[in-house]
């Protein structure tokens, strides 16, 4: 059994993306073993040797198409994957799987069996990995109702004017109805890429959902993604993460709390 200072391991998924990437070169630095899963294995190796990270020591590199049709069916790959402690969904769906798509339309169904694929084998067994998604500032029925009506109105409307929006809300319900209990689902805004003075995981400020002005203080904050990456890092390494466990905190950049 792990106990809170011994080295995770994580695994990234879409590991060449803004929050992807980020998520794996601060686990890296944390001490993490990484499992980054990614379509191009060049692209992440030539990122991260543009970031000055030559050695690849405790990085192991997966290329897979995550959005094909079972993507994680490969025993090899999903035995890898759960034999983490932590799983980061970053990847961000293609086109024809969105809402409004023709193609996903003929599927019948919004959501890639990605998330699911990924609770099924979870459950089965390994370390039942903390499965952890990311989404915007959507309406959770069930478990937001105590938040302003104003807010539950405007993203209510929000998500019937733009499907796309609901895309990773439907994700995320998928987690939060499977019966697995290790997830959480963190909601950002807007992650930007950073200006440079970044990387202090103090910088970020974090609320649950219970209290409604958390909707007020999050509002148009964007959040500079080495903030989150170093954060996240540092929640995996001190065991703090735990407390997320089923639960969909709101992230976001306490620089500008004080303005607020
Ligand atoms: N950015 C924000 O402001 C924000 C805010 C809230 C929530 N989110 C959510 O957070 C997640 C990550 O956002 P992001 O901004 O980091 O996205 P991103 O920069 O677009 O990165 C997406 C990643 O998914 C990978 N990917 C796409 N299709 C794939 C496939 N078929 N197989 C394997 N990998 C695939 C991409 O790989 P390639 O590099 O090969 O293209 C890329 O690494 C998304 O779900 C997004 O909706 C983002």
Known sequence: MHTTTSP???CTLGATGTVGFETTVHMLQAGC????????????????????????????IVELDLFAEKAIADPSVAQAMMACDYIFNTASKPVSLMPWSRTNHERGSVVSSLTG???????????????VAFCGTEYFAGHDDNISFVHKTATRLANKLSAA???????AMLLLTSGYERWSVLRC???????????D??????????DGSNYRLGKGKSLVVEDLAAYLAHAVQSGTFS????EMPFLFNTRFLKHV
């Open 117 to 131: 694929d990924i609770v099924k084998a979870a459950s089965r067994g390994g370390k039942r990995p903390r499965i």
């Open 8 to 10: 995770k391991t994580v």
């Open 165 to 171: 929006l609901r895309d990773n809300h439907d994700e």
């Open 243 to 246: 407390r997320f466990e089923g």
């Open 201 to 210: 995981a103090s910088r970020i400020g974090t609320d649950l959902h219970k």
């Open 33 to 60: 073993g990484v499992l980054a899963v990614v379509r191009d294995p060049y692209k992440i190796r030539r990122m991260l040797r543009a970031r000055a990270i030559t050695s690849f020591e405790g990085l192991t």
């Open 189 to 199: 805004g807007s992650i930007r890429p950073s200006s440079g003075q970044t990387g």
